[in-house]
């Protein structure tokens, strides 16, 4: 008898009314705000930019995009949180770890990130869950280290609630495309693509090839590629074929 | 009233060393006198004058102003003609044998503060006049003792045994019983003491000296009325000096600590009702520490079996804090986070609570018009995860002095605000976002020169081509910091496949004419 009852008072919390009645109270959901990425085009699909307080998935196109995606998460996350604190949760056993000093070098500053490392996917969904109901984090990102079953429709639909609730943004960054329903307000495929090249042939400021694959109350967009440029903390577009989208924008404003 | 003034230049053992001196050995009478630290020079030079007391000449030092100077000076050393304030260097001049030891403030706090506690076995009025000086109220308390003067005979007895040597002096009012004691030079005659006996500021002294007013007679005879234009606080000071104002020590009380406790008669069983109990508990312990104007960083939760077991848990939070329902959320958090759960058994018949740890904590009112609770906010959410999934999973990043890539970045505290450097202005990246520590090794590296930049590479199986590429940024060794001259040096290359992945690679070494090629590895990817 002893062995049996804390399991059950256990199983009567989780299952207890807790979710219901904080999904149940009729708080003020803050009005839709949003932050433009600063492409126009993109940010007209968009509806005006992308929507603070809600829940934005992302996932890189190949193993060797997760880099990338990691980067356009952390800059999202810092247009979307303002003065607020970013909070980064990660599960335990990802590959390689985010390195300060690069992430100053992007133009975020290290000391404004709280790192939060999970031991398993459960416990990474309830701290997730604590930390979007915080009104003082601006944004969050969690950064499961697997395929992730347990981040499902239902507690992509948790996270948003939450998330309208308390102003927070959050953002799944997932290991691979996950086939999988989400509550998510926007999905992103992102990928590496080559940058324009410096002096000597360097390496230049880094660019993402983006696909919006899909987005609440809007169209998917894809084939986009921006570049982040740190001095002024916005994104700028580009395409490959340089001389030619000058001559759209030429055409299209004409 | 009792002072009793503590002579630092006269004892050795009051600066503790740090090096075995006993600096609080001495303690509860008869305890152990100074005992020499062994390894120190004790042999006398024959030209210097023996000591009177047959001790050392022990000096203790402070750097002042960039030099190191005497503050404090054992008997011997007097004797040799020492004096405070004199240089280390000028000292060592004199007396080659020296024994000299870095002053130890913190030691010496204690130690006062160890002698205000035994001074409460005179009177509950005993406080702490720093840097070396007790102060007791023995108003109502000298029977005992044979009266005051039997009093300070015992306590006088005591600090001796115990090596401390003092000065005790009886007043009327504190400031002058502490005036006959520093000043008096075991005279009982207020009127004859210096002016200096008002310690007041030294220009005011000086000025007083400068107008021929050198003993406290001198000035107990004019209109105070001139002396507080002329000097302003200088009139209080004479006042209280000459037991004409009285003013009130506050003494050391021992802080009682702080819990909250319910006994049941029946036992409860469910840990449900133990937490209702424990919130209870909590809104007990908020009011004691309303009280006191403090909050708790440590809460200590212990549920008593009736077949006597204890199961105790405890949480921690970042700021002092007082709110019950907080408390009880983390205690909640705590409860469902441990592995092995609290099993109530046949149910608990006490649940006592204890704040471990206390900290000022003024009581505000908020703001209504613009409630910014940001920061609270946050140290409450920092103190739900570090329940939940213990303190160092929880974390911020400072920079560390050093240019080995792995180690510039250190883990700290989550209530820390380290400063980073913004990178220069018109520059890419130069640093990459993930970092792999150890680093990978890549495979079939291919230049164009030895020791030139990758053109093709391989990792984890798969090819890679050189589109573009910048370096080598070399990284040397610390070889300051390490016995072994610390590694090889390592260049560094920025390079971007032709689908745009971008890697920081770098070779191990240096390229050498014959024998084997250096390796390549990746450190790191960039965004």
């Known amino acids: ?254 | 009233m009792l002072a009793e003034n503590i002579w630092r230049l006269a004892n050795p053992i009051l600066p503790g060393t740090g090096r075995g001196t006993a600096a609080e050995g001495g303690g509860g009478g008869g305890g152990p006198q100074v005992t020499r630290p062994d390894r120190l020079p004790l042999h006398r030079s024959s030209s210097g004058p023996p000591p009177r007391s047959g001790e050392d000449a022990i000096v203790f030092v402070e750097k002042l102003n960039n030099a190191m100077r005497l503050t404090a000076l054992s008997r011997a050393a007097m004797a040799l003609g020492l004096t405070p304030d004199l240089t280390l260097a000028d000292a060592r001049a004199r007396v080659p044998d020296l024994v000299a030891l870095d002053r130890d403030h913190g030691a010496e706090a204690r130690l006062l503060a160890r002698i205000v506690t035994g001074c409460g076995r005179y009177t509950p009025m005993a406080a702490a006049e720093p840097p070396d000086g007790v102060i007791l109220d023995i108003t109502g308390c000298g029977h005992a003792f044979g009266g005051a003067a039997g009093l300070k005979a015992d306590l006088a007895a005591r600090l001796e045994a115990s090596g401390v040597t003092a000065v005790c002096a009886l007043g009327d009012t504190p400031e002058q019983a502490r005036a006959l004691a520093r000043f008096g030079h075991r005279g009982k005659d207020l009127l004859a003491l210096p002016v200096d006996a008002l310690e007041a500021d030294p220009a005011v002294t000086l000025a007083l000296r400068r107008a021929g007013l050198k003993k406290i007679g001198d000035l107990a005879s004019r209109p105070r009325k001139m002396l507080a234009a002329r000097f302003g606080d200088l009139a209080i000071r004479l006042g209280r000096l000459l037991g004409e104002q009285d003013r009130h020590i506050s003494p050391e009380r021992p802080r009682t600590p702080i819990f909250a406790l319910r006994r049941f008669a029946e036992p409860i069983g469910r840990i449900e009702d133990a937490l209702a109990c424990l919130e209870e508990l909590g809104h007990e312990a908020a009011q004691a520490l309303l009280e006191r104007h403090e909050g708790g960083r440590r809460f200590a939760a212990r549920f008593f079996r009736s077949d006597g077991a204890i199961a105790g848990i405890e949480v921690g939070t970042g700021q002092p804090t007082r709110d019950p329902a907080l408390l009880i959320r983390l205690f909640r958090e705590r409860v469902d986070a441990l592995s092995d759960p609290i099993d109530p058994g046949f149910g608990f018949d006490m649940i006592r609570l204890d704040v471990g740890q206390c900290e000022p904590l003024a009581a505000r009112q908020d703001d209504h018009i613009a409630p910014s609770r940001h920061e609270e906010d946050l140290a409450e959410l920092i103190d739900r995860l570090s329940v939940r999934l213990g303190a160092r999973r929880i974390h911020r990043v400072q920079p560390e002095n050093t240019h080995i890539p792995e180690c510039a970045a250190s883990p700290c505290a989550p209530s820390k605000a380290p400063a980073w450097d913004s990178p220069p202005e018109d520059e890419p990246p130069a640093r990459p976002l993930r970092l792999f520590d150890p680093p990978q090794p890549v495979g079939a590296v291919m230049s164009e020169v030895p020791d030139g930049p990758p053109m093709r590479f391989t990792w984890r199986g798969r090819a890679y081509t050189v589109a573009r590429w910048e370096g080598p940024e070399r990284i040397a060794a610390e070889w300051w910091r390490r016995r072994n001259r610390g590694g090889r040096p390592r260049d560094y290359y920025r390079v971007e496949d032709a689908d745009g992945h971008r890697f920081w690679l770098f070779r191990h070494g240096l390229h050498a004419e014959d024998g084997p090629q250096p390796d390549w590895y990746l450190h790191g990817q960039f965004a």
């Open chain 1, 1 to 254: 008898m002893t062995c049996e009852s804390p399991p059950l008072s256990a199983r009567r919390r989780a299952a207890g009314p807790v979710p219901k009645i904080a999904l149940a109270q009729a708080e003020p959901v803050a009005p839709l705000s949003r932050f433009a990425l600063g492409v126009p085009r993109l940010d007209a699909t968009l509806n005006g930019g992308m929507a603070k307080a809600r829940l934005h998935e992302l996932w890189p196109a190949a193993p060797d995009d997760a880099p990338s995606a990691a980067g356009f998460a952390l800059l999202l996350a810092l247009k979307a949180a303002g003065t607020k604190a970013i909070v980064w949760i990660e599960q335990q056993g990802r590959q390689g770890r985010l390195y300060p000093p690069g992430l100053a070098e992007l133009g975020i500053d290290p000391a404004r990130i709280l790192f939060v490392s999970a031991p398993d996917e459960k416990a990474l969904l309830r701290a997730a869950g604590d930390v979007v109901r915080s009104p003082a984090v601006g944004a969050m990102l969690i950064v499961p280290a697997g395929p992730a079953p347990l981040l499902d429709l239902t507690a992509s639909r948790r996270l948003t609630l939450f998330a309208e609730r308390s102003g927070t943004t959050a953002i799944l960054l997932r290991t691979a495309d996950p086939h999988a329903p989400s509550a998510a307000t926007t999905r992103w495929q992102v990928a590496a693509a080559p940058s324009r090249a410096l002096e000597a042939n360097a390496p230049g400021a880094p660019v993402f090839a983006l696909d919006l694959l899909r987005q609440r109350g809007g169209a998917p967009s894809y084939g986009w590629t921006l570049e982040w440029d740190r001095d002024r903390a916005c994104f700028a577009p580009l395409s490959r074929n340089l001389a030619a989208d000058a001559g759209g924008e030429y055409l299209a404003a004409g």
